[in-house]
Structures are given as structure tokens and as C-alpha cells.
């Protein structure tokens, strides 16, 4: 990989944190965490968050864009 390739990696994983973050703090992903499948369970003093259908999803997204990625570099 040349120094120009990498920039262009790093490049777009910054854009990539970029525009994650502005949908994080717009709201427009609270959705994530409370898909069916997320497990929660509240007690009096404990609270026990498994959030197995979104971290899924987060995969399946950023394998998709790593596929991207590598095919256009």
C-alpha cells in the first residue's frame, strides 16, 4: 500500500467517524440498542444490557464498507 492509498483510507474512516457521530447526536440513531433480539434487564440495582442484534448490524456495516473500501483501493 502506498502513502497515497493510506491517505485515502484514512481519509474515509475519518468521514466515516464524522458522519457517525453528527447521527449520534441528532438522534437519528436511537433506534440502535433497542432492536428485538437486544437483550435488557432491569432490576432494582442492576442493570444488564446485551445488545446482541445491534452489534450485528454495526459488524455487517463496517465489513461492508471495509469490502468497499479495498475494492477501490
Known amino acids: 500500500m502506498d502513502s497515497r492509498s ?3 483510507v484514512v481519509i474515509a474512516v ?5 458522519v457517525g457521530g453528527l447521527l449520534l447526536l441528532s438522534g437519528s440513531l436511537s433506534w440502535l440498542g433497542r432492536l428485538p ?3 435488557r434487564i432491569e432490576g432494582e ?3 444488564v444490557y446485551i445488545p446482541i442484534v445491534s452489534m450485528l448490524l ?3 456495516l463496517l465489513s461492508a464498507i471495509i469490502w468497499i473500501i479495498r475494492r477501490l483501493v
Open 58 to 60: 454495526v459488524s455487517l
Open 37 to 39: 433480539g437486544d437483550i
Open 45 to 47: 440495582n442492576v442493570k
Open 6 to 8: 493510506a491517505g485515502v
Open 14 to 18: 475519518g468521514a466515516i467517524i464524522v
